[in-house]
Every structure is written in structure tokens, then in C-alpha cells.
């Protein structure tokens, strides 16, 4: 039985070759007709289909574009575009303006209760400018809304001149301000036991006062309060307390309010990896000085 399976099924060299062409013909049949089907003329220049679902897709996102706060974004300003996607400005008068009204400007939770806190304190915005000197109010945020702050000049101008007249009453003597304690800083005229305590805070902070515009760095002080006290006031610049740069530790540099972690992070890894400064010019080698804070900090600096 064996034996006649196996002679059924053995093929010689000619039928052997024939069943190879018929395996090809076959592969052939099956393939030219979907190979041909590809290539078929109508279906190569019918893009009808593909079009359709191009403009679908620009039609989509058009109106995502159209609907969304962020269709001009520009991310080589990125934070004037967040602050201008954050911000709704209308009319306003920033003096004692509600929360609420606060809130549909655009300013969050923090910023609100900044604000309340300077104006619990006594503080009053005198002029546009006064808006940006709050803590947590970005420049980019003030110049948006600039244009939309309306104050009564009139008003404001009243009370200025009616500061001013009642400090040349009230203190006639001048405050020397690298050396003055609580009590003499509130003979000055808007000057209570808050404010005192705050000037006298932020000078041990930059080891003294080197200029009379510092004060507007003190947090609450706003233009009308200083332009009443600033012919009261004096600066000694030889009491100022200078941070020694070879030795000071991290610490102590961060702590200096024109400092920070970083700048003072930078100048430690220098000096470790250099020596000693031999200048205070050569503070310059971190990439984090510019120019400008360099000035700011050099009177508070010395290497020796």
C-alpha cells in the first residue's frame, strides 16, 4: 500500500516543471487584477474625497482658532501673551474696587488679596504707576491695563499737596535713615508704626539705604507717601553694611534683597572654582549680572 501511495505521488522532472508554471499562472491571476485596480486611472485623479476632508479640516480649525484665547500667542513674548489671554481690561478705578471687579479683569485669588492688604494698610493708588509697584503684578500685566486705569487727578493732586503741607507741620527736622528707630521715622508725616517698621526692616535687609528712591521698594510705600516725606529725609552712605564676597556663605547672600539664591548660588561655585575675587568687577563672570544689577549691587559689596 506504501509502495503505490508513494508511486501516486511522485511526479517526473517534466510534470514537476508543468505544476511550477501552473503555480505561477495562478499567482498571476490573483495578483494582476488588484495590481491593475491600483493603478486604474479614475482612481489616481479622484482626490474629490481627499479635498472634502482638507477643507473640513481648515473649516475646524478655523473655528478652533477663532474660539480660543490663544491665537496670538507669541512665544518670543511669552509673558506679555500670557498675561494678555489672563486679562479682560475695562474702564476702572483701581482704588477700592471690589473683588469681584478684580476678578473680571482677570487677576487671581493671590493678586486680590495683595491688593486688600496694601489698601487695609492705608495704601491708595496716586497715579497709574503706583498699580505696578504691587507685589505679584507683573509688568507685562500693568501695561495691558495702563490704558484702562482712570484716577481723579484732581483729587489725588488734593490730597497730595494736603500730605505735604501737613508733614512741613508735623516734622520740620530731617531723618537721617541708616540711623533712625521707629519713633523718629513717625514724626514723618504718613508715616505709622506699620511703615516704620517695614523701612527699618528692608534697610537691615540691604544693609542700608544708598539713595532716597529705596524707599519705594518698601512694600506699601507708593508715590503721594513719598513725595510727602522725601525732602524730610537724609542718607548717610558711610553706615552702610557691606557683605564681604571671599567670605560671605550662601546664606548671607541670598538674604540681600538685590541677591537672591541664584545670583548668590552662582557667585559661590565661582569663587570656589577660581579663588577669591581679587575685584568686585569680577563678579561679571556669572552669566546671571547684567549690567544693571551689578550697579544695584556694588555699593553692598567688597572683597576685603
Given at each position: 500500500?506504501?509502495?503505490?501511495?508513494?508511486n501516486?505521488f511522485?511526479?517526473?522532472?517534466?510534470?514537476?516543471?508543468?505544476?511550477?508554471?501552473l503555480?505561477?499562472?495562478?499567482?498571476?491571476?490573483?495578483?494582476?487584477?488588484?495590481?491593475?485596480?491600483?493603478?486604474?486611472?479614475?482612481?489616481?485623479?479622484d482626490?474629490?474625497?481627499?479635498?472634502?476632508?482638507?477643507?473640513?479640516?481648515e473649516k475646524n480649525?478655523?473655528n478652533?482658532?477663532?474660539?480660543?484665547?490663544?491665537?496670538?500667542?507669541?512665544?518670543?513674548?511669552?509673558?506679555?501673551?500670557?498675561?494678555?489671554?489672563k486679562?479682560?481690561?475695562?474702564?476702572?478705578n483701581?482704588?477700592?474696587?471690589?473683588?469681584?471687579?478684580?476678578?473680571?479683569l482677570?487677576?487671581?485669588?493671590?493678586?486680590?488679596?495683595?491688593?486688600k492688604?496694601?489698601?487695609?494698610?492705608?495704601?491708595?493708588?496716586?497715579?497709574?504707576?503706583d498699580?505696578?509697584?504691587?507685589?505679584?503684578?507683573?509688568?507685562s500685566?500693568?501695561?495691558?491695563?495702563?490704558p484702562?486705569?482712570?484716577?481723579?487727578?484732581?483729587?489725588?493732586?488734593y490730597?497730595k499737596?494736603?500730605?505735604?503741607?501737613?508733614?512741613?507741620?508735623?516734622?520740620?527736622?530731617?531723618?537721617?535713615?541708616?540711623?533712625?528707630d521707629?519713633?523718629?521715622?513717625?514724626?514723618l508725616?504718613?508715616?505709622?508704626?506699620?511703615?516704620?517698621?517695614?523701612?527699618?526692616?528692608y534697610?537691615?535687609k540691604?544693609?542700608?539705604?544708598?539713595?532716597?528712591?529705596?524707599?519705594?521698594?518698601v512694600?506699601?510705600?507708593?508715590?503721594?507717601?513719598?513725595?510727602g516725606?522725601?525732602?524730610?529725609?537724609?542718607?548717610?552712605?558711610?553706615?552702610?553694611t557691606?557683605?564681604?564676597?571671599?567670605?560671605?556663605?550662601?546664606?548671607?547672600?541670598?538674604?540681600?534683597?538685590?541677591?537672591?539664591y541664584?545670583?548668590?548660588?552662582?557667585?559661590?561655585?565661582?569663587?570656589?572654582?577660581h579663588?577669591?575675587?581679587?575685584?568686585?568687577s569680577?563678579?561679571?563672570?556669572?552669566?546671571?549680572?547684567?549690567?544693571?544689577?551689578?550697579?544695584?549691587?556694588?555699593?553692598y559689596?567688597?572683597?576685603?
Amino acid at each position: 500500500m506504501l509502495t503505490g501511495l508513494k508511486n501516486y505521488f511522485s511526479f517526473n522532472k517534466r510534470e514537476r516543471n508543468g505544476i511550477f508554471v501552473l503555480l505561477i499562472i495562478l499567482i498571476l491571476v490573483i495578483l494582476i487584477p488588484k495590481f491593475l485596480r491600483f493603478f486604474t486611472p479614475s482612481e489616481m485623479n479622484d482626490f474629490a474625497d481627499f479635498k472634502n476632508d482638507v477643507a473640513l479640516f481648515e473649516k475646524n480649525l478655523k473655528n478652533k482658532k477663532d474660539s480660543s484665547s490663544f491665537t496670538n500667542f507669541d512665544y518670543n513674548n511669552i509673558d506679555k501673551s500670557v498675561a494678555e489671554n489672563k486679562l479682560t481690561p475695562f474702564l476702572f478705578n483701581p482704588n477700592n474696587l471690589s473683588e469681584e471687579k478684580w476678578k473680571a479683569l482677570g487677576f487671581d485669588n493671590k493678586q486680590i488679596k495683595t491688593i486688600k492688604k496694601f489698601e487695609a494698610k492705608g495704601g491708595r493708588f496716586y497715579k497709574k504707576e503706583d498699580l505696578k509697584k504691587i507685589y505679584r503684578i507683573s509688568e507685562s500685566e500693568y501695561e495691558i491695563l495702563e490704558p484702562f486705569i482712570q484716577l481723579d487727578e484732581k483729587k489725588n493732586d488734593y490730597i497730595k499737596k494736603e500730605n505735604t503741607h501737613f508733614a512741613s507741620t508735623k516734622n520740620s527736622n530731617i531723618i537721617e535713615l541708616n540711623s533712625s528707630d521707629t519713633t523718629s521715622l513717625k514724626t514723618l508725616k504718613g508715616i505709622g508704626s506699620g511703615y516704620a517698621k517695614r523701612i527699618i526692616a528692608y534697610r537691615n535687609k540691604l544693609g542700608g539705604y544708598i539713595k532716597k528712591e529705596q524707599l519705594l521698594e518698601v512694600y506699601g510705600m507708593d508715590s503721594a507717601r513719598y513725595s510727602g516725606i522725601v525732602e524730610y529725609i537724609s542718607i548717610n552712605i558711610a553706615l552702610i553694611t557691606k557683605i564681604n564676597i571671599n567670605t560671605a556663605d550662601l546664606n548671607i547672600l541670598k538674604s540681600h534683597p538685590y541677591i537672591g539664591y541664584n545670583i548668590a548660588n552662582s557667585l559661590i561655585n565661582i569663587r570656589k572654582l577660581h579663588g577669591n575675587y581679587k575685584t568686585l568687577s569680577d563678579i561679571k563672570k556669572s552669566a546671571l549680572i547684567t549690567d544693571k544689577i551689578y550697579i544695584k549691587m556694588l555699593p553692598y559689596l567688597t572683597v576685603e
